[in-house]
């Protein structure tokens, strides 16, 4: 088979083509720019107005530093508000067996309440129901995961739910 007959490769220019220098491998570039962070849901924005609602009423209590890598317990709890904002349940969904934690996470909701005016489409059967989780450091004080920006993790998906 004659050079004409074959097809190219790919280091072969084609016959009647100018030859053009083969493109460099692409390497990633280092000032790629970081994505957008995604939107914030009406979920998203209700939680972290609840959470600055609960931090201002138990100012004392809570730490806004950063997190520590390891937190005394974390305390998840699930909040049902009915649509003027009253708190009609607290249910504990995780803890870590720190029961005086766990009430203390009781607490500052009850102390808060009545939390913000849920959004009207977040409201089924006149509740909604959210959760939140609070991080408790070795002194007994706490930070809400929705005012942590992320430090110690994106929130869980799932967790958060209309109550149907």
Request: proline content about 11%; overall charge positive; cysteine-free.
């Amino acid at each position: 088979m004659s050079q004409a007959d074959r097809p190219p490769t790919q280091a072969e220019p084609r016959v009647g083509q100018p030859e053009t220098a083969a493109a460099p491998p692409s390497q990633p570039k280092a000032d790629a720019a970081v994505p957008a962070p995604k939107p914030k849901t009406p979920l998203d924005l209700y939680k972290e107005d609840v959470a600055r609602h609960v931090a201002a009423r138990n100012a004392t209590r809570v730490y806004t530093d950063a997190p520590p890598h390891f937190l005394r317990s974390i305390v998840v709890v699930q909040v049902t508000v009915d649509k003027q904002g009253s708190v009609t349940r607290l249910r504990t969904l995780r803890s870590n067996g720190y029961a005086d934690l766990e009430q203390a996470a009781h607490r500052s909701v009850k102390t808060a309440a009545p939390l913000p005016v849920p959004p009207a489409g977040l409201v089924r059967a006149g509740t909604f129901e959210f959760a939140e989780t609070w991080l408790f450091r070795d002194d007994g004080r706490f930070q809400l995961r929705s005012l942590s920006d992320g430090v110690q993790g994106e929130p869980q998906n799932g967790w958060d739910r209309t109550r149907r």
